[in-house]
């Protein structure tokens, strides 16, 4: 597998995307190909998008001034983030545990880095349909058909610094079960999946970097995974919450929260 970091210009509200990873990889020398597969990170979706908020545009309630003391953060900010998530489970010093778009995520993805002073980036609205859109956007164009994964970072419990986590597919299966396969020894596997979209959007984190690298785009060939027509979000990566070890070890041991 090949992976190749693409550097962009900054992207603004209303870019064309698609017409920006087309230009950008032909002045790089970089040639999209049959089941090749794009990463593209989320923020410039949300970029592209206008997900953009001003804090000082924003009136936080008396919960969200109840957040922001309790975690030490702008009040402001807590009220995005009880707008955006989906569940708010607790939290840390400057992050709070919530559930967005069936993905547990700190803050609700909400992020204040690489953007202008007092503003926020929203995770994108609907990140399956980005995916597909980009897809079928670029065969349109260039008759090619590739896939499109959608990276933000992610964390891992009890692990430092962020991983990439996939928020959205379009052209392979981000997952491959198996459930009814053996081992080297011949015993049944039982419980495993490969979260084969996750591991790819690690090693395109990994180019993309978290500062002023500039590369939110990463073109991957030969990528070992199973090509196909599907779309899938946060909620077909998803399990209940009674299956994961994480979420089900502490709802049964301490009580389950909720905003």
Same mark, same amino acid.
């Given at each position: 597998?090949? *992976?190749?970091?693409?550097?962009?210009?900054?992207?603004k #509200?209303?870019? %064309?995307?698609?017409?920006? @990873?087309?230009?950008?990889?032909?002045?790089?020398?970089?040639?999209l190909e049959?089941?090749?597969?794009?990463?593209? +990170?989320?923020?410039?979706?949300?970029?592209?998008?206008?997900?953009?908020?001003?804090?000082?545009?924003?009136?936080?309630?008396?919960k969200?001034?109840?957040?922001?003391? =309790?975690?030490?953060?702008?009040?402001?900010?807590?009220?995005?983030v009880?707008?955006?998530?989906?569940? @708010?489970?607790?939290?840390?010093?400057?992050?709070i545990?919530?559930?967005? %778009?069936?993905? *547990?995520?700190?803050?609700?993805?909400? %992020?204040?880095?690489?953007? *202008?002073?007092?503003?926020?980036?929203?995770?994108? #609205?609907?990140?399956?349909?980005?995916?597909? =859109?980009?897809?079928?956007?670029?065969?349109h164009?260039?008759?090619?058909r590739?896939?499109?994964?959608?990276?933000?970072? /992610?964390?891992?419990?009890?692990?430092?610094?962020?991983i990439?986590?996939?928020?959205a597919?379009? /052209?392979?299966?981000?997952?491959?079960?198996?459930?009814r396969?053996?081992? *080297?020894?011949?015993?049944?596997?039982?419980?495993?999946?490969?979260?084969?979209?996750?591991?790819?959007?690690?090693?395109?984190?990994?180019? !993309?970097?978290?500062a #002023?690298e500039? #590369?939110?785009?990463?073109?991957?060939?030969d990528?070992?995974?199973?090509?196909?027509?599907?779309?899938?979000?946060?909620?077909?990566? !998803? !399990?209940?919450?009674?299956?994961?070890?994480? !979420? /089900?070890t502490?709802?049964? +041991?301490?009580?389950?929260? /909720?905003?």
């Amino acid at each position: 597998m090949k *992976l190749y970091a693409v550097k962009t210009r900054l992207i603004k #509200t209303g870019d %064309d995307l698609v017409e920006i @990873i087309l230009e950008t990889l032909n002045e790089q020398n970089l040639q999209l190909e049959e089941n090749d597969v794009l990463a593209i +990170s989320s923020k410039i979706v949300s970029y592209a998008e206008g997900r953009l908020v001003k804090l000082s545009e924003i009136k936080p309630s008396e919960k969200a001034r109840e957040l922001a003391r =309790k975690y030490s953060l702008k009040p402001e900010f807590a009220e995005l983030v009880l707008r955006e998530a989906e569940k @708010i489970y607790g939290g840390v010093e400057k992050a709070i545990l919530t559930l967005k %778009d069936c993905v *547990l995520a700190a803050n609700a993805g909400i %992020d204040n880095k690489n953007v *202008l002073e007092d503003y926020v980036v929203l995770w994108p #609205t609907n990140t399956k349909e980005w995916a597909r =859109k980009i897809r079928e956007d670029i065969k349109h164009r260039i008759g090619k058909r590739v896939a499109v994964l959608i990276v933000d970072s /992610g964390l891992v419990p009890l692990r430092i610094g962020t991983i990439g986590l996939a928020l959205a597919v379009a /052209g392979f299966k981000p997952i491959r079960d198996h459930r009814r396969s053996v081992d *080297l020894y011949g015993k049944p596997i039982m419980i495993t999946r490969h979260a084969v979209a996750d591991d790819l959007a690690a090693a395109a984190h990994l180019l !993309m970097g978290e500062a #002023t690298e500039k #590369t939110p785009i990463v073109l991957i060939k030969d990528a070992p995974v199973d090509f196909d027509e599907g779309v899938c979000g946060g909620a077909d990566m !998803m !399990m209940p919450s009674k299956e994961c070890i994480f !979420m /089900g070890t502490f709802a049964s +041991s301490n009580g389950s929260g /909720g905003a």
